[in-house]
């Protein structure tokens, strides 16, 4: 197979491997990123929801407070019960609306872990406030404000209507919450949270490590406000020094605490790597098969077609001897005619219709036997000693009868007539197809013009007729074989449409060229020899 | 039709025969009050000790027994792996067979992170439970916060006065993630004892943190336990769930109202409120035929001879699980003065003493091992000795067969105090001071 068919096959099965591979890559890529954003939002999404959870518990606490707040008896001993009896309830402060504090109370016993109440809030109470230690940027106290003042001033409750809310701080490391509220009497009631219970509940409420595959994909660690692992689920091992995927602070009152995920990063390139290089593969496959069937039907064409012209090539030469047969009989048919038989007689002219046909068709077959021998590359030159112009003459006066009976008149401005090496065979095989041309298509214009020149080691021949003409979109493409220019030109004509493709190779095998020169009206064919002067022996 | 309707008539009236038949025991918590030395001398102020018990009742119907609903909270860090973890999940196995349908049990185990194995459920899945407990392998940190939070948790889904809430740990570490305080840890026991939930704590070898699980056990009113070898756990377990299914009261809250002139001084061994004149203190739960005690330390006024002082009242409110009604109880006490020395050694209740005794003596060796924890050894050796000579000489007279063992045992800690072998020393030593303190029944 030719070279280049081998290129563009190898062509057209890499280019589209290469360009979907690329494509394929950049959608992978695009797709990792979406994936990775996806992975993010998702895994955000998932510490919300727990984020959800650690509010729902503040909500809960809230709503049973706010309702045993309602029954909340007025009375040491029962205040004490009350606080006895709830697990989340640390320890408990009333206020009157005077200001007064009720509980735990003043001048009267109290008991240890009242007292211990008592210092760990000793700087939220009025009298202490100005002394009052708070942690640093925790939302606290300004200096000289009580307890009542801090609660209930504007900001410090959820809203002006509704006097209620969270207060945080910090009693050494530990973190401690006050749930505070307003009842309609314009009594301030403190419910001081029991941390451990809390974080305790919380942990009930969070989720376990579970035992499913999913479980160890990730690990989600909560991280309370001095930094430290208040507790963890999931059974992936975070390595030493590894950064969360993500992380997020709590909603108030724990805004001091994170939520932190760990967890791989999306391996979508894995998965996706795996699903473009099949792809390619499959692609890569599909391509390759497809142009080994088109190498296939291709060189099964070229086979048909080499088959075909080695028929026709068969056919030539099987042809050729009867034909020399025919031509020989016909021109000794019309040597044997009687002088009687007057020149223009009918007996004559049928003969000469003989010999012109079967002239027509040795050149028919020439040319294809040419053709055939071009392709298989064994076409050769066998130069010899001549006149151009007598070669020329020849050949003209063979088509000057049929030439005449279409209305052409030939002129020939010979300018070669120096001995040269040239190959008679060829020139002639040149000159009949550029003259069968004229006859076949510029018969309309009358007249052609053959003009020859020598100079050097070259001789130039122009043939021109005055015919149509060939449009110089065309001009290029006549010589290639089996074309031929539209319907107009070649309507009436008949032909196999490799003579002016032969007529150029065989110029350019005798060191020449054939070509398509200007000319108005009609055509102009420039045929240009390679014909060394031959030497005086020869 | 009428056979069929005969015989269940007839089995009716057996059935009514038995129950009327039933010896007519009183299903009722027994409490007594009373006093160290009922008869004190005249004319001087003194220290007293008041001692307020609590008996559990005689279990009649074990069929009718409250159910239990327990979560085994086990450790499976990294150094509970071999012997220890396959002896834990046997133990577990085992108790889990002597539960019965109606009881609820869970298991959930911890390292770094915590997995409950087997959710709240209800006993009659035993397979399937114990295929659950057979999967625990050892490897791991140790949350143990988190475990008995999760635990809890479980044992919150089924909570119900009438039942016996307990969670169950066994650790052989220190807790690593999360809270990690005996303080904490203690703190964490105390809002689930008020929640009615009980923590039991087993401290397994010799690398657990004796105060953490103490603490944790006593503020929630469980049991402990150090068990030195895997092999005995089953013994244990086998114990802390026959205790779990005899207990006939729960939530026992003690009132004590001291007198005008009774000066509450300390509860000797538990957690309790004091507010002037009112004393508190909280028992979890009681078992059949336990006795559990809270001495309490009094300073009386001088008195005439003669005189009958009322000292203090006493009001106990309980859950009884077998009548499943809350009961109350309450009773007095009083004291006498005397000029003779005799009368008063004579009238000393050697009962009550003899828990005085302890509780001081244990007292002591509290601080004693809080002294030897700073590095004072002979410091705490010392007030040892010093403590066995001043109950001889206190309490001798008055109970002398208790002193004397008090004194023996005393001398017998200071010496343990500079045992090489001190952190098993002090295991056993916490386990012992831990079950006087809670009058723990095994």
């Known amino acids: 197979m030719k070279p280049k068919t081998l290129a563009a096959l190898i062509l057209i099965v890499l280019i589209p491997i290469l360009v979907s591979g690329w494509l394929a890559l950049r959608v992978l890529f695009d797709e990792q990123e979406l994936l990775g954003h996806q992975m993010r939002s998702l895994v955000l999404d998932r510490l919300h929801t727990v984020d959800g959870r650690v509010q729902d518990q503040f909500r809960r606490l809230e709503s049973d407070f706010l309702a045993a707040g309602d029954k909340l008896p007025m009375e040491t001993g029962l205040l004490r019960a009350f606080v006895r009896q709830q697990p989340d309830v640390r320890q408990l402060f009333v206020f009157g609306s005077d200001g007064a504090r009720l509980f735990p109370p003043e001048g009267e016993p109290v008991t240890e872990k009242e007292n211990r109440f008592l210092e760990r809030t000793v700087h939220l109470w009025p009298e202490n406030a100005a002394r009052g230690s708070r942690h640093p940027g925790e939302p606290g106290l300004a200096a000289g404000e009580g307890i009542t003042s801090a609660l209930t001033r504007p900001g410090a409750g959820e809203g002006p209507a509704e006097r209620r809310g969270w207060y945080t701080w910090f009693s050494g490391v530990e973190q401690n919450h006050i749930f505070w509220w307003q009842d309609e009497t314009g009594r301030l009631i403190g419910l001081e949270l029991e941390p451990m219970r809390f974080l305790s509940g919380l942990i009930a409420a969070l989720p376990d490590t579970g035992t499913g595959e999913d479980a160890l994909a990730y690990r989600i660690r909560l991280i309370d406000s001095r930094g430290a692992v208040a507790y963890q689920w999931g059974g992936r091992e975070p390595a030493e020094g590894e950064a969360a995927l993500a992380g997020i602070f709590l909603s108030h009152p724990l805004e001091s605490w994170k939520l932190d995920y760990y967890g791989a990063a999306p391996s979508a390139i894995g998965a996706g790597g795996w699903g473009l290089g099949l792809f390619l593969l499959a692609a890569g496959a599909a391509l390759l098969g497809l142009g080994r069937f088109l190498y296939l039907e291709h060189t099964r064409e070229v086979r048909l077609a080499g088959q075909r012209v080695n028929f026709v090539n068969q056919v030539s030469h099987e042809l050729k001897t009867p034909l020399t047969n025919i031509r020989l009989y016909a021109e000794l048919l019309e040597d044997a005619l009687p002088e009687s038989v007057e020149e223009g007689g009918k007996p004559r002219r049928y003969s000469n219709i003989i010999a012109a046909e079967s002239q027509r068709l040795s050149r028919l077959i020439g040319n294809v036997l040419t053709f055939a021998r071009q392709e298989k590359g064994k076409l050769a030159l066998k130069p010899k000693a001549g006149r151009v112009d007598d070669i020329i003459k020849k050949t003209l006066a063979a088509f000057r009868p049929s030439l005449a009976a279409r209305g052409v008149q030939a002129w020939l401005d010979a300018g070669a007539g120096a001995r040269v090496m040239v190959d008679p065979d060829v020139l002639e095989q040149i000159l009949n197809n550029l003259f069968n041309n004229t006859e076949k298509y510029a018969a309309s214009g009358g007249r052609l013009d053959v003009q020859t020149r020598q100079a050097g080691e070259f001789t130039t021949i122009v043939v021109r007729d005055h015919g149509p003409g060939i449009p110089k979109s065309e001009a290029g493409r006549v010589f290639t074989p089996f074309y031929r220019i539209s319907s107009r030109l070649t309507d009436q004509a008949t032909g196999t449409g490799i003579g002016l493709g032969i007529a150029r190779q065989l110029a350019r095998l005798h060191g020449g060229d054939l070509t398509l020169k200007d000319a108005r009206p009609g055509a102009s064919f420039e045929v240009r020899l390679h014909t060394p002067a031959a030497g005086d022996n020869s | ?442």
């Open chain 2, 1 to 442: 039709m009428n056979t069929m309707r005969s015989i269940s008539q007839f089995i009716g009236a057996v059935v009514l025969a038995a129950v009327a038949g039933a010896p007519a025991q009183a299903r009722e918590v027994r409490l007594d009050v009373a006093l160290g030395t009922p008869v004190v001398e005249a004319g001087k102020s003194q220290r007293a000790f008041l001692r307020v018990a609590l008996t559990g009742f005689e279990i009649d119907r074990p069929s009718e027994r409250p159910p239990v609903n327990a979560a085994i909270v086990l450790d499976k860090s990294g150094s509970m792996s071999g012997e220890k973890i396959q002896r834990a999940r046997e133990a577990a196995i085992m108790a889990l067979d002597s539960l019965s349908e109606g009881d609820y049990v869970s298991v959930v185990t911890y390292d770094g992170t915590v997995r409950v194995v087997v959710p709240a459920t209800e006993v009659s899945r035993r397979y399937w439970i114990a295929d659950a407990i057979r999967t625990i392998n050892a490897g791991g940190s140790t949350a143990l916060f988190a475990g008995v939070s999760k635990g809890a948790g479980e044992v919150r889904k089924y909570l119900a006065h009438q039942r016996v809430n307990r969670v169950i740990l066994l650790s052989d570490g220190l807790a690593n993630v999360g809270p990690s305080t005996p303080g904490e840890l203690g703190r964490l026991g105390s809002t689930l004892g008020t929640e009615g939930i009980s923590v039991t704590t087993i401290g397994l070898g010799l690398g657990y943190n004796e105060d953490l699980m103490t603490q944790l056990a006593g503020y929630s009113d469980g049991n402990h336990a150090f068990v030195e070898r895997p092999g005995d756990l089953a013994r244990i377990f086998e114990n802390e769930f026959q205790t779990a299914k005899n207990v006939v009261a729960k939530d026992l809250d003690i009132v004590i109202h001291c007198e005008r002139g009774i000066r509450p001084i300390r509860v000797l061994g538990r957690e309790s409120d004091i507010a002037g004149q009112t004393v508190r203190a909280r028992m979890n739960q009681l078992s059949s035929r336990q006795e559990k005690f809270v001495v309490l330390e009094v300073e009386i006024p001088a008195g005439d001879e003669g005189q009958n002082q009322k000292l203090a009242s006493v009001d106990v409110s309980y859950a009884n699980l077998y009548t499943k009604k809350s009961a109350r109880l309450n009773n007095s006490v009083s004291v006498q003065y005397t000029r003779s020395e005799k009368e008063v050694k004579e009238k000393a209740n050697k009962a009550v003493m003899s828990s005085s005794i302890k509780q001081m003596a244990n007292e002591m060796s509290k601080d004693a091992v809080r002294l030897r924890d700073q590095g004072r050894v002979e410091e705490a050796q010392e007030l040892l000795k010093e403590g066995a000579k001043n109950i001889e000489q206190e309490f001798g007279a008055y109970a002398p067969a208790p002193a004397e063992e008090m004194k023996m045992e005393l001398r017998q800690d200071a010496d343990e105090l500079d045992d090489a072998n001190w952190n098993k020393k002090r295991k056993s030593l916490r386990e012992k001071q831990y079950k006087l303190d809670n009058q723990q029944q095994y």
